[in-house]
Structures are given as C-alpha cells and as structure tokens.
C-alpha cells in the first residue's frame, strides 16, 4: 500500500461515516415531518422517545472518536494536497461539524436542551398571557447558556466575538461587523423606499384577497403552482408533495424534499406564496448534485443561500407582474367568477401592498427586512453584554417606532412574537435578511445572463429561471462557504445595491413615487 | 449492595436495553408506514437505505452481549425466584429473541435476506408472466437456506422439527403436529359446511354489492364504522389514523396505531370490513396494559391472537346480523338510495356468501380456512423433505380440486398468488386459520360471560364486548404462550369444536340447511 493509497483509504472511511451521519439527519427530519403532519396526538410523548433516540445516534455517529483521527490522518498526509478540491471541502465540513459537536462539555448542551425545552414553553404561556416578566427569567438563564456555548465556540472556530461563532453555525464565515454595514444600508434604503410608498397617492385595494375561496379549490390552485415550478408532486417518478401544518416548512433531502402550507378560506394568497416560497427551498435541495449525496457538500450552502431561493421564487418571480400576467386568467378560471372583476394592475398592486406592521411573518417585501434587522441589532448587543434581558421589550418596542413607525402595544406582539429566541436559536435571524440580499444579487446577474427573463415568466415558464438558478446557485453545493459563493456566482462581493435597486424600480412602477 | 439488589439492578439494566429495542421498532415501523403510505415515488432508494439503517441499529441493540451476561446472571441468581410472573416473563421474552437474533451465522441471515430479496423480485415478475418454472430456481434457493436456519433454531429452541422451530417465531410453542391434528377436524368441519350451503337451494344475491359508492362516501363509512369500533381517529387525544394502500394493513405501538384500507368504487363491503378487520388488529395494540408500556410483555400474545382479534371484529361481530340490524339504516343514509330496496335478510345473506375459490384474500368465511390449511400442509411437508419445491403447483393444484372443488387455470392464481414464500415467511401462514379458532373459543366464552352481547351489537354498542375482550384478551399482553393464554381464558385447550358451532349455526340460518 502507498502512502496515498493509505490517504485515499482513510477519505473514504471517513466518507462513509459521514454518510452514516447525515442518513441519520434524513430520518429524524421524516419523524419530525409525521409529527407535524400525520401523528396522532395522543403519540407525543411516544414520538418525543423515539426523537431522543434517533438524536442520540446522530451524536453518536458525529462524534465518533474515530472521525477526529482520520481527519488528523488525512489533514496531515504528505499528499494532502493530492485531494480535489470537493474532497478538501468535505473533509473541511466533516472537520467543521466534528468540532461542533465535541468540543462543547456534554453537560452544557444536556443543560441547553434542558433550558430551551423549560424556555420555549414558559415562552408560549407568557405570550398567551401577554406578561414578558414570565418570559424574562427563563430567557436569561437561557442567554447565559448560550453565552457560555458561544464562548467555548469562539475559541474552536477562531472568530473575533462569540456572537460572530452563532452566526457562522447559520452563515459560515459571516461576521457581525460584516452584517452591522449591510444591514445599516439596507435598512436607510428600505425605510427610504416604505416612505415612498406611504406617501404616494397611489394606494392599493387590498380588500379583494379576502374573498372566500374554498380549500379544496386552493389545493387545486397550490397543484398548479407547484407544476408551474417544477415541483414534481404528481408524477410516477415525484420527489416531494404537499400537507398541511400551522405554520409552512420545508423538510427532506434530494429524493424525498416535502413542503407544508396553510389554508385560510378568507386568504388564498397565504397558501398560494407559502407554496411558492417553499417550493424554492425544495427547488434547492432536489437540484444538488446528485453525485453528492451522502456527501457534506451536498447540501445547501448557508441558511442565507437557501432563503435566497424560496425569495427569489416568493417575491422576484412570484410577485411579479409578467408571473401574473400569464397566471391571474388561470386564477380566474380556478376560482370560478370569484375575480372576474379584478384587473392585472389591481391584482398586482395588491399582493404588493406595502404596510408597516408589526409581525415579521405577515410583512411584505419592503419591510420584511426591517423586521430582522431589529432582531439582528438586539442579539448582536446582548452577545456584546452591552444590553440586557430585562431591557429587551423597551428596546424592541423603541426600534419600531424608529424603524417602522408602529407602536407596540404589548410584548406579545412585540418581543415575544417569534419562537427563535424561546428556542436558543441565536444568530438565525440575520439570515432572512441575508437572503433576500443575495436575491437581489442573483436577480442582477440572471439579468444580464438571460435579458429576457421576464418574457418567460410572462408566459408561465419559470424552467430557464430554474435552470439559471440550479447552474449558478444549486449545483455548487455546500462547495464554498457564503461570501465565496456570491462573488464565484456573480463576480462580486456581498452588495446591498442590487436588492435595493430591484426593490425601488418594482415600487415606484407600482406607487409611481 | 445486597444480592437481591444486584439481581434489580441487573434486571433494570435488561429492561432498559429491551426498551432501546422496542423504540427503535416501532421508528421502523413509522418509516415503514411512510413509506407504503405517502413516501414521493423518488424516495424508493433513499428509503431502503434509511430502513438498512434502523434494521441495523435494531440488530445491534438486540444482540448487545451485555443482554446475553444480563440474562445469564439474572437466571442464576439465588434469588430469581424473587422475581415475579411478570418480569420473569420479559426475562424469558429478551432471552428468547436474543437466541434467535444471535445464534445464526451472520452470514446466513445475510444471505437470506439478500436472497428474499432476489426471489419476491423474481416472483413479481414470474407471477405476471404466469411461469412457475421462472420462480422455482430462486424459491429452491431461498428454502435451503431457511431450512439451514430453521435446522439452527431448532436446536436453540429445543424444538422437534426444524418447522416447529419456525412455527415458534409466529405462535410460540405450537407444533406441526398439534396444527395438524387441529387442521385436520377444521377442514372436515369447513368441508361440510361449505357442502351444505352449496346444496341449498337458498342462494344469496350478491348483485348490489358492486353498486358504486363514491370514494368521499366510503371515507365517510369508514369514518363511522371507526367510531363504532372505538377506534378513535378523531379526537384531540386520537391514537389512530386511516389512509389508503393497495393492501389494507395494521401498523403502530399503543398510542400511535395506524391502519389503512382500499377504497373500490364498486365495492364498498371490501374498505368497510378492511376497517372492521384492521380496527380489530389496533384495538390489541391499543389496549395493553399501559403499564406495560416499552417491557416485552406489553406486545400481542402472538400472530395468531392477533388474527383472532380482527376475525372476532371483522366477522362474529361485523358480518353479524345483529349488527347489520343496526348498521344498514345508516349506511342507507350515507349512501342516499343506492341501497334503499335492499332487506336486512338480503343484506347479511349477501355479505356471507359461501363461495369457494381460487384466491386466498378473496375467500369467505367458510372457505378462507381452507385455503390456508393447503399452504400449512404444503410448507409443513416441504421442510420436513417429503415434497419439492418443483412438485409445488402440482399438489396445490390437487389440494384446491380436493378441498375446495375449484381447478386452478394457472401458477398464478395457484401456487403463486401470496407473496408470502417468495419473502421466505415459512410458519406464518397457519397463524391465519388459527386466529380463527381462537376467535370461535373466545366467542363461546363471552357468551357465557355475556349472553346477551348480541343485544349491544344489535344497539351498535361495541363497548361492553370490546370490554371484555379487553379484560380476556388485550390485558394480558405477551404474558401467556398462546395454549397457556387460551387455556387461562377459556378454561380448556385450544379447540377447534367451537369456531364451526359458531359457523354451522350462522351458515346454517343463513342458508336454512
């Protein structure tokens, strides 16, 4: 045996322990998706035992002692560089994941499963009873926890802040200083646009989207949709499907990618942009190279890059005029005379209504930003000590009125909205924001690839969107890590302007400001 | 530590390691579930390779050697007479499936199911194509190597005949000999009673039951006979869940027991008593004893009791008058007029049609016994070197002229119409007929114990019988091999006597013989 065979030997064996990993990762998302889907509800406490254990395998198989030897064999062998370059990011991301999940003390995760469990239901009491002050201890504990975790993951991932160690778990290699300038721009150039808008004298009629359109007719129109996109449902040969939860998501891998949406009678258009947005996330997963399953790089490449599908195909494709140009006669004749009456122009203003609101997962693409960008201010000070816990809802609520023009009225509505916190999922939100960031990146350059996008959309065929999309975006993989991929993809760095841009030419067409 | 302290420790730690078994079952069986029921087409590969992952986290589990020292120091502790029935039973149960799982060569198991595989593949294809001589050389194949492993089980298990060793698995302690003997006064009894019906010049008009019933209208009956049955799908605290496969089946552990059915338009009597009869199935599974919960007593008796539970559901009181007498009102009403001109003596005359013929999963409730007595006799005499697999069709087709009057046309509506041996399931099917003969046991004793049970059946009220099967049946898990569990019900040995009572005095009312 020569040195390299020895090198290749230990690859592969540190290949197929990685793939027993994410196997793993593919069955406790299936176990998960029947809980919100299919369980019945006596089997939760059945369901929470077999959750722990396929969760205990997958610690097992991450940890194996034998993966951090093979990493230092293969890491320090002479022909290391001998390694492809998919075959040097693999054992990167093998490394990365490895470190992860032992470098923390076992009673510390233990302590921070135990502690998120305790919050997040402390969390959905004290939102019902609109009382922060219940909320307020348990989180604490929580965010002194977390502290302690993004502390000891500073020290292993070598970033400046413990902050900057959450974020790379969402956004490898992303910083908090990095993300403070963007958002610092997007955030003046959104609320310049919101105020455009609000002050333009066109206003759209909205009241229309609440006409009552029965759900088996709106299962009818998501079908549609979804064929539309290209998301095999149907077929003898279908990789995904449709169910329904309370709030939508997408779960699966390569083969086997489902999505989730919601129907309410009085809002069609809810369901109708959750399949759209969802159906990206799972255009995502079923496009990756199918030589890389089982392989680390075969997976999306940051919680960014994968919202930046599920917006791209939401808002940049799904809200756009040429989309409905060619598909409200289709909406029309789904739903009997129901929109007769309603134009293509009205149509379109309505489904971009911009309207300063309180609750981030009802906003619309102009203030969905910021939304976040609230939140990412808040974790950012709080990691940095130089807020609080308890100063938390005054701050929030502060920022509203500052950012949105909206008064909280409770902390319901205010800073005990969203389950993340609840959770310990820290360093998570900045990523929304990031998406739609690069959505406006990758719009740009499809522009100039493909000048006549928006003819195909015009008629219904969103296949030489996909095509773009999976040549520049979904066929790289987890090849590079964010920052690396936008600018192979588009030949330059991370930039705010093209998501602005994208958004002042759409709104002053639909405000006339 | 005293000793008996060590012998509790010991004993916990057993259970303990048992329940990590059991867990990971019943994560098989909600893939498993998945994916007859709602897995995308694509997924097929990625599934296999998900279920080749939870087989092997079962074996591993299962034959932990630290279970062989647990086992083996529990047994000769001075004071295991200090353990009572209960635990001693779940000692004897682990012990049991831990000699199964580790007693055969890997290889072997390897190669059987590796061969499995080949031939139930090859018996798809040899069935369509009606060619036997396809089938033969896999099935030749799959047998020997059963039989080598059957040959190992028998000395594992003490067993007289490498088949007894097989029966085992199914109904733990029952021999060849004793189903013999059984089988033999069955089909004299079924033979007669087949005959006088036949003679009768009072013949039944099964014509309307292939009037079409809309598939939302049978979901609808099949959501109704649930809840006559208790089998609940509905409600907050809902266990169960009905959807559709191509064949019907029963699947789950305590609070999460699913079945499913098959909807044909024009015949609805095959979903409504695919419900009865897997109702039957989860009503066992529901009603352990909770306490029991995650220990190997807290399980069905055996494949046979179970079987006794769905044929007690589905046919003593499903296909009854008594019942029909209450329920054909209503299935007037949900079926508007389709059954209008339909009398109850029609009815109940048409759903127990005596007919014999060729396929086994179509037969009634006289004839199906004996379709399955042909299988026992053949597999019976097949391991014990008397038959060939290459005389097979010849004697099948003997034994349904002699038993059942029907001339078999071709291999595939003979020989090879279950899919059973080309899976290489070799002591499972007399299980079917014997679940039979225990439901006609267990009848007799409840109309003892109740005489007028017929009464609530009458009102729809199944509650008072599922009680009793409940406290007679359900409550005593796995504690019991099925002859002690039948003789600790019924007071006497498993006997045939009663089960064609209980069919003459039907068969004989219905077709006035």
């Known amino acids: 045996m020569t040195k390299s065979d020895a090198l290749r030997q230990n690859y592969n064996k540190l290949l197929s322990k990685s793939k027993e990993f994410i196997l793993a990762t593919t069955i406790h998302s299936l176990v ?41 064999k293969i890491r320090k062998h002479p022909d290391y560089d001998s390694l492809d370059e998919v075959e040097k990011r693999n054992v990167h991301l093998i490394k990365k994941n490895y470190d992860e999940m032992t470098k923390l003390p076992e009673e510390l995760v233990t302590e921070i499963t135990r502690q998120s469990a305790v919050t997040v239901n402390v969390w959905k009491k004290a939102k019902a009873a609109k009382n922060y002050s219940m909320f307020k201890p348990e989180l604490e504990k929580l965010v002194e926890l977390k502290k302690k975790a993004a502390e000891i993951l500073m020290e ?17 290699t992303m910083t908090a200083n990095m993300i403070t300038k963007l958002f610092d721009e997007l955030r003046t150039g959104l609320i310049s646009i919101m ?63 489902r999505i989730t949406t919601h129907y309410f009678e009085d809002n069609f258009a809810s369901s109708l942009f959750s399949v759209l947005h969802e159906g990206g996330h799972a255009m995502y997963d079923q496009n990756l190279r199918a030589e890389w399953m089982f392989q680390p790089v075969g997976t999306g490449c940051s919680y960014g890059f994968h919202e930046s599908q599920s917006r791209f195909v939401e808002n940049i494709f799904g809200r756009s005029r040429e989309f409905w140009s060619f598909y409200l006669p289709e909406l029309k004749k789904l739903t009997g005379k129901t929109y007769s009456d309603v134009t293509l122009d009205k149509f379109v203003h309505a489904i ?14 102009v203030t969905y930003c910021l939304h976040v960008i609230i939140r990412f201010n808040i974790e950012r000070d ?23 023009g909206v008064k909280i009225e409770n902390d319901s509505e205010g800073v005990m909205q ?21 959505s406006g990146q990758l719009l740009a350059k499809m522009q100039k690839d493909m000048p006549d996008w928006k003819k195909h959309a015009a008629k219904g065929n969103f296949q030489p969107i996909k095509q773009w999309l999976t040549k520049n975006v979904h066929s790289y993989g987890n090849l590079y890590d964010p920052p690396d991929l936008i600018k192979k993809i588009t030949g330059e760095q991370i930039n705010v302007k093209h998501y602005l841009e994208y958004l002042n030419k759409k709104y002053s067409d639909l405000y006339g400001y």
Chains 1, 2 share one sequence.
């Open 195 to 257: 105020k455009k808008c609000l002050a333009s004298p066109k206003q759209p009629d909205e009241s229309f989207l609440s006409r009552k359109i029965p759900v088996d007719v709106q299962q009818k129109i998501s079908s549609s949709i979804a064929k539309i996109i290209d998301y095999d449902i149907d077929s003898p040969n279908a990789g995904g499907r449709i169910d329904e939860t309370e709030h939508p998501f997408t779960t699966g891998y390569y083969d086997d990618v």
């Open 156 to 172: 292993v991932k070598g970033t400046a802040t413990p902050y900057d160690a959450l974020i790379d778990m969402h956004e490898p």
């Open 382 to 404: 709080l990691f940095a000590d130089k807020i609080t816990v308890a100063e938390l809802p005054e701050i929030w609520n502060q920022k509203y009125k500052e950012y949105l």
């Open 352 to 365: 971009n209504a911009v309207k300063p609101s309180k609750i981030r997962v009802e906003a619309d693409e």
């Open 32 to 72: 998960e998706w029947d809980m919100e889907t299919k369980m019945p509800p006596k089997a939760v406490n059945l369901r929470s035992q077999q959750l722990a254990m396929i969760s205990q395998l997958e610690h097992k198989l991450s940890t194996d002692p034998e993966i951090g030897d093979l990493i230092e």
């Open 418 to 438: 969203d389950t993340h916190w609840g959770l310990g999922y820290f360093g998570y939100f900045p990523t929304y924001a990031l998406g739609n960031i690069y």
